[in-house]
């Protein structure tokens, strides 16, 4: 029998969530020894103190974050590859899934690329394990559509990946607009999946 949830619960549940996205964006926009406690309780209107009775300190912080949106991808991604569909539109929804998801996590994509280094070693192995089965994720779904061993496949995801997160690091890509932007990243990923040699 599961205790049921109360409104304290959720009001916990709602607070932590802001906790971690103002986090994310603080981390990228100064940086993580830019950013204090205090400054992420502030940006939720609670004391820095107050941010312990969520999460151990700041390096758990920056643990919460990057674990959550490793999760994130994983789930998401594995939904949408076992859909029952052509391997061609499998593909094509893997990639609209991880060029939203890039589009819509700018932040948190930021601080990865800049603050993975700064993780407690727990949740760096964390990181790693998720981002190793989101690879074998894309790599299992482009398999049947190139003509390639492993390892080029690997090359193949790593640097369609590299294509569409270097986009919340360009201020102009977001002048265009998300629609825009999510249409050329599309159609440049998928032509650099299955470009031939």
Wanted: glycine share 8%; net charge neutral.
């Amino acid at each position: 029998m599961t205790t049921p949830v109360t409104s304290r619960d959720r009001a916990k549940a709602e607070r932590s969530d802001a906790i971690l996205r103002e986090a994310a964006r603080l981390f990228a926009e100064h940086g993580y020894n830019g950013v204090s406690l205090e400054d992420i309780g502030a940006a939720v209107g609670v004391s820095g103190p107050a941010v312990y009775r969520h999460f151990a300190g700041k390096q758990a912080l920056l643990g919460a974050v990057l674990v959550k949106v490793s999760e994130d991808l994983v789930e998401g991604g594995a939904r949408v590859a076992s859909d029952d569909r052509s391997a061609e539109e499998r593909m094509r929804a893997l990639i609209d899934f991880h060029v939203g998801f890039a589009l819509g996590h700018a932040d948190v994509i930021r601080v990865h690329d800049r603050e993975v280094a700064q993780l407690a070693s727990i949740d760096h192995a964390e990181v790693r394990r998720l981002q190793r089965a989101y690879i074998e994720l894309w790599i299992a779904t482009l398999a049947p559509l190139v003509d390639a061993d492993p390892d080029e496949l690997r090359l193949r995801v790593q640097a369609c990946f590299g294509l569409i997160n270097s986009t919340p690091h360009s201020t102009r890509a977001a002048s265009r607009g998300r629609s825009t932007t999510a249409r050329v990243l599309g159609a440049m990923a998928e032509s650099a999946l299955r470009a031939t040699t």
